[in-house]
């Protein structure tokens, strides 16, 4: 079965300072990646997305993530968080092929202090 | 265009007793997901609908219910609460079957409290 793994459930940062949020997930096959944001006080949306091709994906607002296959992992980089970065980040997985089923890690909860 | 509604926001239930939670699907969007995000944790998959159909479903029990309308809105069905079906319960609609051709849009959940 799939599984995604976010190592960090809250982590503290001072603005400008580097962010990188680690995600594992576990399936043999080929997946579609994902990185949703909740803002405070507003709905789950998409940050960025893995399908194919280069497993460097930029996304919104400055966020980066890297595809290592060979490593399962999905880490989602931003070189220089601001204050309106304060978030729940959830790194999620899609067994490409199999169903329209995403399942989502934990989450991590990133507050950034002004 | 409009998002992904959600009714009610709150909701307190009783042990036993059931539930219906409604979606509005986003302008053009024809499949709805359904998600259950527990306090500190992610949101899991419970069940998708395309085209009025259930297209996937995830290892919730079968009191866990679901509909899907003509206009693509939806409904999730719970019987029987239990005291661990307390949590947020999320809705996402999507243009068109399958997860490459359009990411999930969320609506703002609905909070159900079981006592």
């Known amino acids: 079965a799939q599984s995604v793994s976010q190592h960090n459930h809250h982590v503290i940062l001072s603005e400008a300072a580097s962010l990188e949020l680690g995600c594992n997930y576990s399936?043999?096959?080929?997946?579609?990646l994902f990185w949703y944001v909740q803002y405070p006080g507003q709905h789950l949306q998409l940050l960025l997305k893995?399908?194919?091709?280069?497993?460097l994906v930029k996304g919104i607002k400055g966020f980066e993530a890297e595809f290592i296959k060979s490593k399962f992992s999905f880490n989602l980089r931003k070189p220089s968080v601001q204050w309106s970065d304060t978030a729940e980040y959830f790194c999620?997985?899609?067994?490409?092929?199999?169903?329209?089923?995403?399942?989502f890690g934990k989450g991590t909860r990133l507050h950034i202090l002004p | 265009e409009t998002g992904v509604t959600q009714s009610p926001t709150h909701l307190i239930k009783t042990r036993g007793q059931q539930v219906t939670l409604r979606c509005s699907s986003q302008?053009?969007?024809?499949?709805v997901s359904w998600y259950q995000q527990a306090l500190g944790q992610g949101p899991q998959f419970i069940f998708q609908?395309?085209?009025?159909?259930?297209?996937g479903r995830g290892n919730f029990p079968p009191r866990f219910s679901g509909l899907q309308f003509p206009n693509y809105s939806s409904e999730l069905n719970v019987n029987a609460l239990e005291l661990d079906d307390s949590a947020l319960y999320l809705c996402?609609?999507?243009?068109?079957?399958?997860?490459?051709?359009?990411?999930?849009?969320f609506g703002n959940g609905t909070r159900l409290t079981v006592t």
């Open positions: 996402a609609s999507s243009a068109g079957q399958g997860v490459v051709n359009s990411p999930l849009h």
């Open positions: 399936y043999g096959g080929t997946v579609n």
């Open positions: 893995y399908f194919s091709g280069d497993p």
């Open positions: 999620a997985v899609n067994a490409m092929n199999r169903d329209d089923k995403i399942i």
């Open positions: 302008s053009g969007h024809n499949t």
């Open positions: 609908y395309y085209r009025e159909e259930e297209n």
